[in-house]
């Protein structure tokens, strides 16, 4: 991994983002703090001709953004026509809203829309990938859990993996297993972090500072092809600070993990 592939996830500092002000100033710092590239997510209104003024101004690279999950599935050509605009060519369905896992026919109609919706992404260049919670490991489709049944039932040229590491560990899974699982189909990993807190259950944490194994992850990941490595802490912000927390974050992985 180079420095040159770290990117912050924005839903980091969704509230410090609800105003083009406020995104200009948030992005004036996230430039500072050493970041070269951002994923796009958790912004308040603004135009994506002014975003672009903004990203260029500050030398940030759009890497990827999440979009809205209905629209993906409803209306992809609105997704390509925005990543276009942003001159971005990753995006990623975020949150199954109102998928009911607990019905297979549901995961089975989730990965077919998933499907269909990148092929219209792939058509223009783009690239839909799936971003995983632990609810895809809590429910089964058959003997597969139902993040193992999308992915076998869509093409990897229609659906790549954004797996998140935070979220596969809750879900009781390995994150170095599934960067092996995604091998030529991995091109997004969302760096997150996680220590045992209250009664054992595993709370978010600053990259370094949590259990997972950073060295194995990153080995597998590039073995798999990632392109972007995005850092993200949903809560939990160190002196509940999220600027302070994303600074941490990439201070590790520049000091311990970055070639």
């Known amino acids: 991994m180079r420095i040159e592939q770290v990117a912050a996830q924005l839903y980091t500092l969704r509230d410090h983002l609800k105003t083009p002000v406020e995104i200009g100033r948030t992005l004036r710092r996230v430039k500072a703090m050493g970041y070269p590239a ?30 809205d999950s209905k629209t993906i599935l409803a209306e992809p050509e609105r997704i390509v026509d925005r990543l276009h605009q942003l001159n971005c060519t990753y995006t ?35 690239v839909l990938t799936y971003h995983n919670h632990d609810i895809e490991f809590k429910h089964k489709v058959g003997h597969q859990s139902a ?13 790549q993996g954004e797996p ?13 297993t599934w960067c092996q699982k995604l091998r030529n189909r991995l091109p997004l990993l969302h760096m997150k972090d996680g ?25 597998e990941s590039e ?34 993990l970055v070639s």
Request: aromatic fraction near 10%.
């Open 38 to 67: 951002v994923q796009v997510s958790g912004m308040g209104p603004i135009s994506e001709k002014e975003l672009v003024k903004i990203l260029d101004g500050e030398g940030l690279v759009c890497c990827a953004t999440h979009e």
């Open 92 to 126: 990623a369905y975020p949150w199954p809203a109102d998928i009911k896992f607990e019905e297979p026919g549901a995961v089975a109609a989730l990965a077919k829309a998933l499907d269909k919706a990148g092929a219209v992404l792939r058509a223009a260049g783009q």
């Open 147 to 159: 993040l193992e049944y999308i992915y076998a039932n869509t093409s990897p040229d229609h659906l």
């Open 164 to 176: 998140d590491t935070f979220w596969i560990k809750v879900g009781g899974d390995d994150p170095v």
């Open 195 to 219: 220590k045992p807190g209250p009664e054992g259950k595993l709370v978010f944490a600053e990259i370094g500072s949590g259990i997972l194994p950073w060295p194995e992850i990153l080995a």
């Open 223 to 256: 073995t798999s092809g990632c392109q972007w490595f995005i850092v993200e802490q949903d809560s939990g912000w160190l002196n509940d600070d999220p600027f302070a927390s994303l600074e941490t974050s990439l201070h590790f992985i520049t000091n311990h």
